[in-house]
């Protein structure tokens, strides 16, 4: 009789085993295919995106230089921006380069004097193949270090991909609000037009 309950509990106690572990495995690839960003995928399209930058002077220390401008939260105090069109895995498309700096006591004169002193990051839009985001006319995000690694949101995330497609915050959500329906910031009359 014991011995029929002890089998019993351990039959039970195995197939919670069991089932959790499917669940686990279950959510893990479900999480994999619908993760909008920081996958593989994404970290090595932006090393990708990153080469094919340095090769045309959008980056890196061989870069174009332009007069810094200064800008506003949350992209930082001094930035340059550069825009081209660039080739990626055959693919063709805008590229929008935006170099921000931040550092103590910063000055336009300070950052065009020592680039690489206040550099903190470079954001990312480049668009890629369609149907790539056909909700965000398949804009592909990406935040760059210094050096072509990439910054990380607080949950440790790698920001490169559909930045962040579905949430409240992030690169697409604020971009969405730009004029003319072109998720472009530069071209709004809020940045040219202002005294
Ligand atoms: C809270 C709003 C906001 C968020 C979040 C944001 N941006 Fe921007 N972005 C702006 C604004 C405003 C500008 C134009 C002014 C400036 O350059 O600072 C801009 C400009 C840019 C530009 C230059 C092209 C343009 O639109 O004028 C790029 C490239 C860019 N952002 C990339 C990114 C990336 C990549 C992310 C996410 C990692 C991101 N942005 C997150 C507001 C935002």
């Known amino acids: 009789m014991k011995r029929k309950k002890m089998m ?32 593989n995928e994404d ?44 080739t990626v895995n055959g693919n063709t498309g805008p590229a929008y380069v935006k170099a921000n700096y931040g550092g103590k006591d910063i000055t336009r004169s300070k950052v065009a004097n020592n680039r690489q002193k206040y550099l903190k990051s470079v954001t990312v839009m480049y668009k890629r193949e369609k149907g790539y985001d056909s909700d965000n006319q398949d804009w592909y995000w990406v935040k760059y270090t210094p050096d072509g690694g990439l910054h990380k949101n607080p949950k440790g995330m790698r920001l490169a991909g559909r930045v962040a497609k579905g949430k409240k915050k992030g690169c697409i959500a604020c971009h969405i609000m730009a004029e003319g329906d072109d998720y472009l910031y530069q071209n709004d009359a809020a940045q040219l037009d202002q005294e």
């Not at 932006?46 to 939260?73: C, D, F, H, M």
């Open 8 to 39: 019993l509990l351990s039959m039970v106690v195995f197939s919670l085993v069991v089932f959790t572990g499917i669940i686990f495995v279950k959510t893990g690839i479900v999480e994999s295919q619908t993760m909008p960003f920081g996958t």
């Open 43 to 86: 970290v090595e399209y932006s090393k990708r995106l990153w080469q094919v930058l340095v090769k045309e002077k959008l980056v890196g220390p061989n870069a174009i230089q332009t007069l810094p401008y200064e800008g506003k939260p949350p992209h930082g105090v001094v930035l340059e921006t550069l825009v081209s069109t660039v």
